[in-house]
């Protein structure tokens, strides 16, 4: 179904671009732009970005594997490790405490005018980046391949289909969702 948007390089990026506005607005509409939203989430007193992330998360893996399920993708994990996890998730959770902003929240932060994600965000990811890039060769050879896990998913993992992960921690995420809702209603 896919496969003339794979062959054609120009629409991939203009349907990118599409989506990556559309992302921006709707993180703008939800209000996870907004650095005060961001700091409530991080001193645990308002749950809107948890609660944008969790629909998300269940949006796209119920979606992801209905697609797979019906023959018009194929998946292809990326090997991981231990060490990349926690070395990406103290980077990760170092700016985003330092900052206010994570790299998707900086871009539609930028997109609705905040000087803070522009003047901190954007060159902060930017030095991230190039850090990293100059690093690899011997992050890759030592930390990021300290406990390699490889390119496997849960389900692979524990030899069952898709379906028997994906449903399960879909209804999970519902019910925490839920539970989120209620609990902040007066």
Same mark, same amino acid.
């Given at each position: ?70 023959? &018009? ?72 391949? &300290? ?15 898709? &379906? ?14 839920? &539970? ?7």
């Amino acid at each position: 179904m896919f496969t003339k948007l794979h062959q054609n390089g120009k629409m991939q990026l203009l349907l990118g671009l599409g989506l990556g506005v559309a992302f921006g607005f709707l993180l703008q509409k939800g209000g996870v732009t907004d650095y005060d939203v961001i700091v409530r989430q991080l001193l645990l007193v308002d749950f809107t970005v948890v609660k944008i992330m969790l629909s998300a998360v269940v949006t796209g893996m119920l979606g992801i594997h209905l697609m797979r399920s019906l023959g &018009w993708i194929r998946l292809s994990p990326k090997p991981g490790s231990l060490g990349s996890s926690m070395l990406g998730g103290l980077i990760f959770g170092a700016g985003f405490a330092i900052l206010g902003y994570c790299p998707g929240t900086v871009a539609g932060a930028i997109g609705s005018g905040a000087m803070d994600a522009l003047a901190g965000g954007l060159p902060g990811i930017l030095a991230g980046a190039a850090a990293f890039a100059v690093l690899y060769p011997g992050l890759n050879r030592t930390i990021l391949a &300290w406990k390699d896990f490889g390119p496997v998913t849960l389900p692979e993992l524990l030899r069952v289909n898709p &379906w028997a992960v994906v449903l399960p921690v879909a209804g999970l995420i519902v019910l925490l969702l839920y &539970w989120l809702e209620s609990a902040a209603a007066p």
